[in-house]
């Protein structure tokens, strides 16, 4: 069974970065597309950035040039560098496998003002 487990969350003031990792087992993970996504009190999960198993990126616009995404083949991990963040980016952040539909079970990210 695919095994997700992200880690880097927590509590930033506004203007500040965090960096989350997900790292994978049980999986070829360097076949797999993957993304990041997020999910605020009373809204729905939207995708926040994916990576390919070539390393293409795509951003959502509402972070497009403060979050970056990555990939490390050989560790199984993918990163999402946060940086010039803002209360809006609050949310529990997931990482996802495309191909084999999985999740982690979520990391809290809380940007105070």
């Known amino acids: 069974q695919v095994r997700l487990v992200e880690s880097g969350g927590g509590l930033v003031q506004a203007g500040g970065s965090l960096r989350l990792s997900c790292a994978a087992s049980r999986i070829i993970f360097r076949v797999n597309p993957m993304g990041w996504y997020r999910q605020a009190p009373g809204k729905q999960r939207e995708l926040v950035a994916r990576?390919?198993?070539?390393?293409?990126?795509d951003i959502a616009d509402s972070v497009k040039g403060r979050f970056t995404i990555s990939r490390d083949d050989a560790k199984a991990t993918v990163y999402l560098q946060m940086n010039s963040l803002k209360p809006e980016d609050t949310a529990v952040y997931y990482c996802?496998?495309?191909?084999?539909?999985?999740w982690g079970q979520g990391t809290q990210v809380t940007v105070s003002s």
């Open positions: 996802h496998t495309e191909l084999t539909n999985n």
């Open positions: 990576i390919t198993s070539g390393g293409s990126t």
